[in-house]
């Protein structure tokens, strides 16, 4: 059974870094793409950014301005969210999410292309 969880999350002062992990266990992870996202109190969960096992890219939303990288250790079948020079309103549950099994699960997309979610993890941004 495909399984994912997240880890890294924490407080941090403003212009600070964190990595997330996101570890996934029951499947390959070189088959899937692994999606990063976040929601803020009160409002709709977000993509942050996307790794594609089919490609070989990482996507991200404009908004972020280069500030957050996505990379795979495919050895310890982990995908990881290295978050630089934090802002308050990047403050979150960030969560990671696989596609369902399928013939494009290693293709991005957005939210509703992703089946399979992790429990989330606490970031806070905050002096």
């Known amino acids: 059974q495909l399984q994912l969880v997240e880890s890294g999350g924490g407080l941090v002062q403003p212009g600070g870094s964190l990595r997330l992990s996101c570890a996934a266990y029951?499947?390959?992870?070189?088959?899937?793409?692994i999606g990063w996202f976040r929601q803020a109190p009160g409002k709709e969960r977000e993509e942050v950014g996307c790794?594609?096992?089919?490609?070989?890219?990482?996507y991200y939303v404009d908004s972020l301005e280069g500030r957050f990288t996505i990379s795979r250790d495919t050895a310890k079948s982990t995908v990881y969210l290295q978050m630089n020079s934090l802002k308050p309103e990047d403050t979150a549950v960030y969560y990671c999410a696989a596609p369902e099994d399928g013939h494009d699960r290693g293709w991005c997309g957005g939210v509703a292309h992703f089946g399979s979610w992790g429990q989330g993890t606490h970031v806070t941004v905050s002096s």
């Open positions: 029951g499947f390959t992870l070189a088959d899937y793409a």
């Open positions: 790794s594609s096992s089919s490609d070989g890219n990482e």
